[in-house]
């Protein structure tokens, strides 16, 4: 039994995408209101020395990854773009200035996306082809935002969640990548990974619940996307998400537990992923997902929604 399991040859690993959304630590939506964005430049930044540690980190291990920057880190920190190129990565969009699309008019959200995307280009030197919201805060009250997106140049988005979440989710939406048809034209959707479990849509891929659950929860969850369904995970994490220094910001009690809990294992576990799952850039799992699924262009997903 032993031997012909042996002869049997294996299934080659699912490649997952490994993605970071670059911004610092200020910049996380727990801290919209308490620290005004008059004041971001006189904080102590952090962003450039945490990008280049995860940047070391996937050298050694020779993993791509794709680097969502947010533009106003961009605008400062040109350099940082252009190491996150020469280390092989892909660049795309966070936005300008970590806005909540939700918060935002259709004219402010075009030239959030429009002025990070230039940015980005401007100091990457390569094109930007994909955006990640805010706290995925694209929702059913946002929609609108696909349009602008693609309007602007973008081929693919990572901003729903399919889950419940007190800020962003359409529980209902597909959970692997497909393809949304809008007015303006089609984009390909990206969301970060879930698991099923009962009637739920579980978050086995990265942030907070990467960094607040036991490690096994996202060993558990994204084996059983790649062994079970066959399909990438999709997993996300900040550069202060390995940052234990970070100074202290206030906040209400929810927002502290999720912004700084495990900061001090969490590169630890970063490593401890990369080993037991294999990653690439978001750009080449979508195009091996869009080979093997030629059903994912595009999906009639939802037409009471989109
Ligand atoms: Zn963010």
Request: proline share 8%; glycine share 6%; aromatic share 10%.
């Amino acid at each position: 039994m032993r031997d012909v399991r042996e002869r049997l040859p294996a299934a080659d690993p699912v490649i997952n995408a490994m993605t970071i959304d670059v911004e610092d630590y200020f910049h996380v939506s727990v801290f919209d209101g308490i620290v005004p964005r008059q004041q971001w430049d006189r904080l102590e930044s952090r962003v450039c020395a945490n990008t280049d540690r995860l940047l070391d980190i996937f050298a050694e291990r020779s993993v791509r990854a794709t680097f969502f920057v947010l533009g106003w880190v961009a605008e400062r920190h040109p350099a940082l773009v252009r190491r996150i190129v020469a280390g092989g990565h892909e660049v795309a969009s966070h936005g300008y200035g970590h806005r909540l699309v939700y918060d935002q008019t259709r004219r402010t959200f075009r030239d959030d996306v429009r002025r990070a995307k230039a940015t980005l280009e401007s100091a990457a030197g390569t094109p930007v082809y994909g955006y990640r919201a805010p706290s995925y805060s694209i929702t059913p009250r946002s929609l609108w935002a696909l349009d602008i997106l693609i309007e602007e140049g973008h081929t693919y988005d990572s901003s729903i969640f399919p889950i419940r979440h007190d800020r962003y989710g359409i529980p209902v939406s597909p959970r692997h990548p497909y393809a949304v048809d809008r007015q303006a034209g089609t984009l390909i959707e990206a969301p970060a990974s879930t698991t099923r479990v009962g009637p739920l849509n579980l978050p086995v891929a990265g942030g907070g619940y990467f960094r607040i659950l036991p490690y096994g929860w996202t060993r558990w969850g994204i084996a059983r996307v790649n062994d079970r369904e066959r399909r990438p995970a999709i997993f996300y994490l900040h550069p202060w998400e390995i940052d234990p220094e970070q100074p202290r910001l206030k906040a209400g009690m929810l927002g502290r537990f999720r912004h700084y809990r495990n900061l001090e294992g969490t590169e630890r576990r970063l490593r401890r992923l990369l080993s037991d799952f294999r990653f690439g850039p978001m750009c080449e799992v979508l195009t091996l997902a869009a080979a093997a699924e030629p059903a994912l262009m595009p999906v009639p997903a939802l037409p009471y929604l989109w």
